[in-house]
């Protein structure tokens, strides 16, 4: 029994000290290690979370990696189209200008061929003629029959009286005179379905563009250039003055820079005569040449008696506004109404004075009162001296 209780007692106190050292250590232990396991679960939860959004991340990353991408290329493509439809553009624009280049050049080199061609015609028919001649004239007989035959046609010619239709046509070379006449009559097919106010409109567009022309000589070089194609001469003129004058007005202009001029001056002389002929024609309309004409002549004896008056009318150094404004002070201290059309002429006539020897305003004046007379009474009008 002792010996029970004396076991008894040691598992007991075996049992204390498990209890009292042993199991604190052991639950503090198992605690500990619950508390670890618990923390790991709860990291790898958070792992797995974190993995999910880093998943989910990687999906929305790569999608928009890929919309960013589609973005790129169809911007890319859009750019690359664009840049080709400009450099295309371009290039048709670049091959247009070469092509216009090249064609002036040929046109340019054509004529200064042409020219070549028909001075080196010329000198080598006047060599011909000339050593035809000399054969011809080395015989005593037949120099003493050229002699003959040229007397003859001296007193054939001397009789007879030039007849000009214009006096502008005067001092007119036979080309120029022949397309003054072209032009003329393209006028006044032109006039006939005109009212007053139109023919009025293009006697002013006229004298702008004559003005113009006077100012820009290279242009009126061009536009005389004697060559066999218009062409170039027709297209020049149409994009100078396309939407700026109106179309009978360009229309005038494109049969006027077709035909052959000798002179360049002979152009701008024509275009002043047709904005004459314009209001003469206006004047014819409103049965008022035969006061047109009485007016033009009072004016030019007005001239007569006050040459310096025509000194200062005519004088083309002084800038054309106060000549102008000196011409309408005279206008309107006349004792008379002036007729607008008379007005109009006489106004054309200051403003279209060039450089050179200064024209007499009178001088105009008498050459428009043989127009009125040559209008109501062909008969009867003559040019004045």
Known sequence: MSTFIGQLVGFAAIVFLVVRYVV????????????????????????????????????KAVEAA?????????????DAKRITEQLAAQAGLEAERIKSQGSRQVDLLRTQLTRQ?????????VRQAGELVRNYVADPAQQSATVDRFLDDLDAMA???????YPLMTKMRSSSRVALVNLTERFTTVAKDLDNKALSALSSELVSVAQMLDREIVVTRYLTVPAEDAGPRVRLIERLLSGKVGDVTLEVLRAAVSERWSA????????????????LEVAERENKVDEVEEQLFRFSR????????????GDYAVPVEGRVGLLRKVLDSASITVNPIVAALLTQTVELLRGGRPKRPCSSSRRWRWRAAARSSPRSARQPT
Do not use: C, F, W, Y
Request: glycine share 2%; net charge negative.
């Open 159 to 165: 009789p007879a009286a030039a007849d000009v239709q």
């Open 302 to 313: 007005i001239l007569d008696v006050q040459p310096r008056l025509a000194i200062l009318l």
């Open 24 to 59: 604190p250590p052991v639950r503090r232990l198992m605690a500990a290690r619950q508390e670890a396991v618990r923390q790991q679960l709860q990291d790898a939860a958070a792992a797995a979370d974190r993995l999910t959004e880093s998943t989910t991340a990687h999906s």
């Open 117 to 125: 061609l028909r001075l080196e015609l010329g000198h080598e028919a």
């Open 66 to 78: 890929k919309a960013e991408s589609k973005r790129v290329v169809d911007e890319a493509q859009a």
């Open 264 to 279: 360049n001056s002979d152009l701008i002389d024509a275009l002043e005569h047709l904005s004459r002929q314009a209001l």
